[in-house]
């Protein structure tokens, strides 16, 4: 079966930094697309950045770009978010999602969803 799990959210300043980790299990990296997507209070989900490690491509949505880093460690099967410089709006429960296949785009899908980490930013 597939299963995500996500962690590493926790709280923090504006401007701190947190890396979330996306440990996928029964997936190989090299097939699939990793994503996440987050859903701030009161707002709908929002994909945030996605990795397709075998071609090595991504995306990262226009409010987190230049900030945030994905990428992707097939030997230990996760998938990182690295978050810098983070803002109070970057306040949310983070997912992790998978979908076979290969090529990210800002209309990346996901077959498979991971329990949420909640990211809370303060000012």
């Known amino acids: 079966d597939v299963q995500l799990q996500a962690s590493g959210g926790g709280s923090v300043q504006a401007g701190g930094s947190l890396r979330l980790s996306c440990a996928a299990f029964g997936v190989n990296l090299d097939d699939y697309t990793i994503g996440w997507f987050r859903r701030a209070p009161g707002k709908e989900r929002e994909g945030v950045s996605c990795?397709?490690?075998?071609?090595?491509?991504?995306y990262y949505a226009d409010s987190v770009k230049g900030r945030f880093t994905i990428s992707s460690d097939n030997a230990k099967s996760t998938v990182y978010l690295q978050m810098s410089s983070l803002k109070p709006e970057d306040t949310a429960v983070y997912y992790c999602s998978a979908e076979y296949g290969l090529g990210c785009s800002k209309n990346y899908g996901a077959a498979y969803w991971g329990k949420g980490t909640l990211v809370t930013v303060s000012s």
């Open positions: 990795i397709s490690s075998s071609d090595g491509s991504t």
